[in-house]
């Protein structure tokens, strides 16, 4: 049995608060909540303009879309390292394995949402 789209947006959603709950919990320490929740948040943005664009791209182009997508998630992880998170003062080992983390697993998921 195949999964509907709304079952995999559950799913994925379920995994994302899964995944931060996790997160939080490893990375405790002060300021490390904070560098994990401006981690979500970058992600949440990235995210949502990532899968905006595949899902315009036309059927033919969705497989470019979804490259400029990681390449966009992949851009983001290097800006984020080298600009924001030592001028923010977040802990650089939470903001970025949580930041890489995010986009793991929401891009894993994008993948499952585009081929439904």
Do not use: C, D
Not at 62 to 80: C, D, E, M, N
Not at 91 to 97: F, G, K, N
Request: proline letters at 4%; glycine letters at 8%.
């Amino acid at each position: 049995m195949k999964a509907t789209p709304r079952q995999l947006k559950v799913f994925g959603a379920v995994g994302v608060v899964a995944l931060l709950v996790v997160l939080l919990a490893v990375f405790h320490g002060p300021g490390e909540t904070r560098a994990v929740l401006v981690s979500a948040g970058v992600a949440l943005l990235v995210q949502a303009v990532s899968f905006t664009l595949a899902r315009l791209a036309a059927r033919g182009n969705v497989f470019k879309a979804w490259g400029v997508g990681a390449a966009l998630r992949l851009i983001t992880l290097v800006l984020y390292a080298l600009v924001l998170v030592r001028p923010l003062g977040l802990p650089p080992v939470a903001a970025l394995i949580s930041l890489a983390s995010l986009f793991f697993v929401t891009t894993v998921l994008e993948s499952l949402l585009l081929s439904s």
